[in-house]
């Protein structure tokens, strides 16, 4: 079983609407949860970080349940520039180990 | 501000060729991490830098790679002999404080491929 689950997706979306993509972890140890995104060939940028009270960035919502072990990502009024590779990425405490664990991304392509 | 730096973006050897790459991160980064995504595969952590010591070296696959960071500065992996299954993409990352809060920016990344 991989260590974060994401569904792959394509999700194929019109402009303007609302999407969401879940992950699931596995380590009920992981301290930190975030959302990256990867565009086409590019390097992953942190898109925003995950708080157990949920958090806003704009159109962006994260919400972190950690009874259930899982993250979900809120899009609304999704815009063509959103299409990209969307990552869920959780981390557990620093002294078991600093590195990020990766799932392997949902695509979300956004269509005029 | 420069962000991490990679070379070469791109690299086409042959198996049992050597290659190294190298990683720039952000000027007063102490924290240096080098990842890498194979064909199909998510993105894997193979290991991390403070400053010019290994802190972590867990996820390195076998004593075919090996990372260098000299000085604390620029980092090289080197890889040597490479086998087809080396080939991927391999990510630097850098941060000034590692933890909780810890903000990672990545280099573009450099594309491998092993014939």
């Known amino acids: 079983r991989k260590e974060v689950e994401q569904d792959p997706g394509p999700f194929n979306v019109p402009e303007g609407a609302t999407v969401a993509f879940n992950c699931t972890y596995s380590?009920?140890?992981?301290?930190?949860f975030f959302w990256y995104r990867q565009d086409c060939r590019k390097e992953p940028k942190l898109l925003m970080s995950?708080?157990?009270s949920g958090n806003e960035d704009g159109r962006f919502t994260a919400q972190l349940n950690r009874a259930s072990q899982y993250i979900s990502l809120l899009i609304r009024d999704s815009k063509l520039s959103d299409s990209a590779t969307y990552l869920c990425?959780?981390?557990?405490?620093?002294?078991?180990?600093?590195?990020?664990?990766f799932g392997g991304g949902t695509r979300l392509m956004v269509k005029p | 501000e420069a962000g991490v730096t990679q070379f070469p973006s791109h690299s086409v050897i042959e198996k049992g060729q050597t290659v190294t790459l190298r990683c720039d991160p952000i000027?007063?980064?102490?924290?240096l991490y080098w990842y890498r995504r194979v064909m199909g595969k998510e993105i894997k952590f193979l290991l991390h830098?403070?400053?010019?010591?290994?802190?972590?070296e867990s996820g390195m696959p076998n004593n075919r790679f090996l990372a260098e960071r000299t000085g604390g500065t620029y980092s090289t992996l080197k890889v040597q002999p490479a086998e087809l299954e080396d080939s991927g993409v391999y990510f630097c990352?850098?941060?000034?404080?590692?933890?909780?809060?810890?903000?990672?920016?990545f280099g573009s990344g450099t594309q491998l491929s092993v014939l």
């Open positions: 990425v959780v981390k557990g405490r620093y002294n078991a180990g600093n590195m990020l664990t």
């Open positions: 995950v708080y157990s």
């Open positions: 990352a850098s941060s000034q404080v590692a933890g909780a809060n810890e903000k990672l920016f």
């Open positions: 830098f403070v400053k010019e010591s290994k802190q972590d």
């Open positions: 000027s007063g980064h102490d924290n």
């Open positions: 380590n009920s140890a992981s301290q930190s």
